[in-house]
């Protein structure tokens, strides 16, 4: 979402953080992986490490637009505002090294990653993670 809103309105992007969150399409694999988590869906089953109340077909829908993202790359390199990039050590779905050419790709991008921390990093290190956004947040305005 937060690419859409830099390639549609540049202008109303002061800064932008990417966190756990890729630019490319899904590979092959990972839309097998969603496919199979919508054949999950589909049957009423609920992911079991869930913890909000949402519904399977919130859930599927919300599954199917990640399955369906175009590759926003090009927004990336092409962003004025700085970027952010983190990603967490024990990320399964992001790799470091994915995040650190992400963050290179970007004229003023910057990378920060999270020792020991998975796909969520606000839930893994809260504080860390709050301070690494306050403190970005201040040089974006």
């Not at 992911?47 to 909000?52: G, K, Q, R």
Request: a negative charge; hydrophobic letters at 45%; charged letters at 30%.
């Amino acid at each position: 979402v937060a690419l859409t809103l830099a390639r549609l309105a540049p202008e109303r992007v002061a800064g932008l953080v990417l966190a756990g969150a890729k630019a490319t399409r899904d590979t092959p694999e990972r839309r097998a992986g969603r496919e199979e988590t919508l054949a999950q869906l589909a049957q009423g089953a609920l992911l079991p490490e869930l913890t909000v109340p949402i519904t399977a077909e919130e859930l599927a829908r919300a599954t199917r637009l990640l399955r369906d993202r175009p590759d926003q790359t090009d927004v990336v390199r092409a962003l004025a505002a700085p970027l952010l990039v983190c990603v967490g050590t024990e990320d399964d779905i992001l790799r470091v090294d994915e995040a650190t050419e992400l963050a290179a790709a970007a004229p003023r991008g910057r990378l920060e990653v999270f020792a020991g921390a998975g796909h969520l990093l606000s839930l893994d290190q809260p504080e860390r993670f709050t301070d690494v956004l306050v403190d970005f947040l201040a040089r974006c305005t």
